[in-house]
């Protein structure tokens, strides 16, 4: 969507390659809708004013909305910073981390946003891929035992996904499907994939629960028996000798805090589990700095990512392919040409991951009834989650507070619509009124 005139007119080309500057300042921009640009600083500034040549402040049908006539957002480097400006009221809006939650996880003013991605820890089960990392670690040290399906189910099994949250997370919810909360299977009901009776059933079979309210993808005594049991297989093929340390490489983006929160938490939850088993006190997660970890991944050369997927929330048949196709694959050893048999209105039939996610999304069941893709899609999660190259850790959401300047339309987060947006947003103070209110506040607003 551009104004084609201006967009052609600010076109360069050097040799074969074209390119333009529209949209690089105010100049070079044509502004449509509700709002048109007025300021533009690169790195620091962007700011939009009402236009009022908008047919929809005219029509009669937008009485009352739109009540924001000016829009400055600011780049601003750190959250800390953006925080500050925040409680001094130079910001409406200003988004939290996990360090401000004990502060303000109870305020009237925080509002929480989910998004559509899901967090997972996945795992290289390649022995082969293993191997060769494991030779250059030294003697005494095993990596091959991620290889062993039981091994990653314990792993995935010792991991309180509550307690995780709350500790490691600003904000994020437990997660235990592929699919969060944000997705919708019927576009035209508004149906949420997550609430559906087979997304359900699927999650149980996977948690081996009857009933979805019992799910919570922790079990340190079924985790225990995983450990032992992958221990003695590995032991009797040959894979593992007894005195060995079992170590996985945990790539991850960087070493701050918020990081080094996460690796210790999983650190302990294994150390819990295996305790009493032969690997206790023997499975060391080795903290690997490593900001391309996605590529290092792809590669085969880790042992444990941390993998975030989401997006297309209108359309969660399309989340196959990130599980089905190699290009798009994190988990490393897993082969999506694996057949996997699923029952369709009755009917088991059998085909490959890979087949799967190209039949639903543009094959021979593209065009099928909402309740039969949603039979495909709940069986083809529950057959991945199963061997376990990868597992839900949480659903992500973001947290931030509002200015007691400004009212959103609803409290409650709406699919598609949000809290309302600038939209349906009013104000408790005019600009002026504001400024007074927070001088008589001495710069300084609590929430």
Request: with cysteine; net charge negative; proline share 2%.
């Amino acid at each position: 969507l551009v104004y084609e005139d201006l967009y052609e007119s600010n076109m360069t080309q050097t040799g074969d390659i074209k390119k333009t500057t529209y949209a690089t300042s105010v100049d070079t921009y044509m502004s449509y809708g509700p709002y048109k640009l007025t300021e533009y600083q690169v790195d620091k500034q962007i700011t939009m004013e009402k236009n009022e040549n908008w047919y929809g402040y005219t029509d009669g049908k937008h009485e009352g909305m739109y009540q924001t006539t000016k829009i400055n957002t600011q780049i601003i480097e750190t959250q800390a910073t953006a925080l500050q400006m925040f409680l001094r009221g130079e910001l409406d809006e200003v988004s939290l981390v996990a360090d401000n939650m004990d502060t303000y996880r109870t305020s009237d003013f925080v509002i929480y946003t989910p998004e559509s991605y899901t967090t997972k820890l996945t795992f290289n089960s390649s022995k082969e891929a293993l191997t060769a990392l494991q030779e250059a670690a030294g003697s005494n040290i095993n990596m091959t035992l991620l290889a062993y399906k039981d091994f990653r189910h314990a792993i995935a099994l010792s991991i309180d996904r509550t307690e995780f949250a709350e500790q490691c997370t600003a904000t994020h919810q437990a997660g235990y499907g592929l699919l969060n909360y944000m997705y919708v299977y019927d576009p035209e009901t508004g149906a949420l994939y997550r609430e559906s009776e087979q997304a359900k059933q699927a999650l149980c079979n996977v948690y081996e629960v009857s009933d979805e309210s019992e799910i919570t993808g922790y079990n340190k005594d079924k985790a225990a028996e995983l450990y032992q049991a992958a221990y003695d297989a590995a032991v009797a093929a040959g894979d593992l000798d007894e005195d060995d340390i079992v170590q996985i490489d945990f790539h991850m983006y960087q070493s701050d805090d918020s990081y080094m929160r996460i690796f210790n938490f999983i650190q302990d939850a294994i150390d819990e589990a295996t305790v009493g088993t032969s690997l206790e006190g023997r499975v060391q997660l080795e903290f690997i700095e490593d900001p391309d970890y996605y590529n290092s991944a792809t590669a085969g050369n880790f042992g444990m990512i941390l993998s975030t997927w989401g997006g297309a929330a209108m359309d969660p048949y399309s989340m196959t392919q990130c599980y089905a196709d190699p290009t798009m694959l994190n988990e490393y050893g897993f082969d999506p040409y694996t057949d996997v048999t699923l029952t369709v209105d009755g009917e088991e039939i059998t085909k490959t991951y890979y087949d799967w996610y190209v039949a639903v999304t543009t094959g021979e069941y593209a065009r099928a009834s909402n309740d039969t893709k949603l039979q495909i899609l709940a069986g083809f999660e529950e057959a991945f989650l199963k061997t376990y190259v990868c597992t839900p850790i949480y659903y992500r959401t973001a947290a931030s507070l509002m200015s007691r300047k400004v009212v959103n339309a609803t409290d409650e987060y709406v699919q598609l619509v949000g809290f309302g947006g600038i939209a349906q947003m009013t104000y408790n103070y005019t600009d002026a009124e504001w400024e007074a209110y927070v001088a008589e506040n001495n710069n300084s607003l609590t929430y």
